[in-house]
């Protein structure tokens, strides 16, 4: 079984702007949090 870290971390999200961060990128050099929120409206 693979470690999440290392499967999400090629992954792709984009930002309130539409500008594409890999995942990875964010817990290179500190832990992060990952968060889905959903909108019912």
Known sequence: ???APDALADAQLLDVE???H???DLWKSRP???MFVRHFG
């Open 1 to 3: 079984m693979e470690y």
């Open 18 to 20: 539409g500008q594409p």
């Open 22 to 24: 890999r995942l990875g």
């Open 32 to 34: 992060a949090l990952l």
